[in-house]
């Protein structure tokens, strides 16, 4: 089980890059193409970062939903999940940013970017209270 909890907790830390730094990077990315028309490093660099941490994000999913079926699925695992669920929505939603940046369309302010960017913080924070605290 240490095997499984560390392999975990290094995926998620890969995965959490690429959540608070792909809405940030899009940033960037919106503003070098509004100069330059080109996609640039930002836009490679920011392409390359969401798909690697996709196959970390599986990991941490199937590492995750291992750990709570050998912790017996207490509450706040089910608890967790949900929220962990909501975080993959935001992760999609960004692919979806990614993608649409790939063929040159940023629809999206940077205002709307840096809310979008600070929504992730509040749900990993909400995840790990549940894990520190564990509620149920």
């Not at 941490?60 to 089910?78: D, N, Q």
């Not at 935001?90 to 929504?119: C, M, P, Q």
């Amino acid at each position: 089980m240490v095997w499984v909890k560390i392999i975990h907790i290094l995926c998620v830390m890969g995965w959490m890059t690429s959540i608070f730094a792909v809405p940030r990077a899009l940033i960037y990315w919106k503003r070098d193409w509004d100069r330059t028309g080109t996609q640039g490093p930002i836009g490679d660099l920011t392409f390359r970062l969401y798909r690697f941490s996709a196959g970390l994000g599986v990991i941490a999913a199937i590492t995750g939903l291992w750990l709570a079926v050998l912790l017996g699925l207490p509450g706040w695992a089910w608890l967790k999940l949900a929220v962990v669920a909501v975080l993959a929505l935001h992760y999609v939603w960004t692919g979806r940013l990614v993608a649409k940046a790939r063929r040159g369309r940023f629809d999206d302010s940077d205002r709307f970017l840096r809310i979008f960017n600070e929504v992730s913080v509040i749900v990993v924070i909400a995840i790990l209270w549940i894990v520190v605290a564990k509620p149920f």
